[in-house]
């Protein structure tokens, strides 16, 4: 079965400081890695994805995400948080054959950047 | 280029009522998948729709339905309602018509607020 894990509920930083937001996953075959984030009251935004290659991925906003296959991880960081980042980060998975897979998503981690 | 749309934003509905969501997918995007969130939640899958056929379907009860139009917009619709029906629903198109679609993200809409009284 499929399943995503985002072990901590919260995560807290101060401005200027590096953030990691774990992620954590597990299926069966080739895994499609994606990070979404979401503000209040608004819909889900795209971040970044992995699908092949280099682990390390980089996408919206200054965000990253490393992909370690070993672990079964897929971490999303930033070198250094802005207040502005404050929101709901939710990593998904996408996996197995063809092209109408469904997505699971984490239960979310609440990023808190404090000036 | 337009997003992903959706109406109405909020919806207030009684137990047992019957309720349809609608869904314009981004410019482009051929496929709809639809997505309940409850408070303090991830997203649950319910179903996803490609060339007017459900494709994919979450653990979701035969309460919940859908239909997409060949415009590739989506509804969805939930009869008898319950209080646990109460959720942010979210939509998302994709695009999936050529070999390797499936790494393709998502493109969320805003959702609508359902709450059931």
């Known amino acids: 079965a499929q399943s995503v894990a985002q072990p901590e509920d919260q995560v807290n930083v101060a401005e200027g400081n590096p953030l990691t937001v774990k992620c954590t996953y597990s299926v069966s075959g080739n895994p499609y890695l994606f990070w979404y984030v979401q503000y209040p009251n608004r819909g889900l935004q795209f971040l970044l994805k992995y699908i092949t290659g280099d682990n390390l991925v980089k996408g919206s906003y200054g965000f990253e995400a490393e992909f370690n296959k070993s672990q079964t991880s897929f971490h999303l960081k930033k070198p250094s948080a802005l207040v502005s980042d404050s929101a709901l980060y939710f990593c998904a998975v996408r996996a197995g054959l063809g092209n109408f897979n469904k997505f699971y998503f984490g239960s979310g981690t609440k990023l808190n950047v404090k000036p | 280029d337009a997003g992903v749309t959706q109406s109405p934003t909020h919806l207030i509905k009684t137990r047992g009522q019957q309720v349809t969501l609608r869904c314009s997918p981004k410019?482009?995007?051929?496929?709809v998948s639809w997505y309940q969130q409850a408070l303090g939640q991830g997203p649950q899958f319910i179903f996803q729709y490609y060339e007017e056929e459900e494709r994919q379907r979450g653990n979701f009860p035969d309460r919940f339905s859908g239909h997409q139009f060949p415009n590739y917009s989506s509804e969805l619709n939930v009869n008898a309602l319950l209080l646990g029906d109460s959720a942010l629903y979210l939509c998302?198109?994709?695009?999936?018509?050529?070999?390797?679609?499936?790494?393709?993200?998502?493109?969320f809409g805003p959702g609508t607020r359902l709450t059931v009284t």
């Open positions: 998302a198109s994709s695009f999936s018509r050529t070999s390797g679609s499936i790494s393709n993200e998502q493109y």
């Open positions: 410019s482009g995007h051929d496929t």
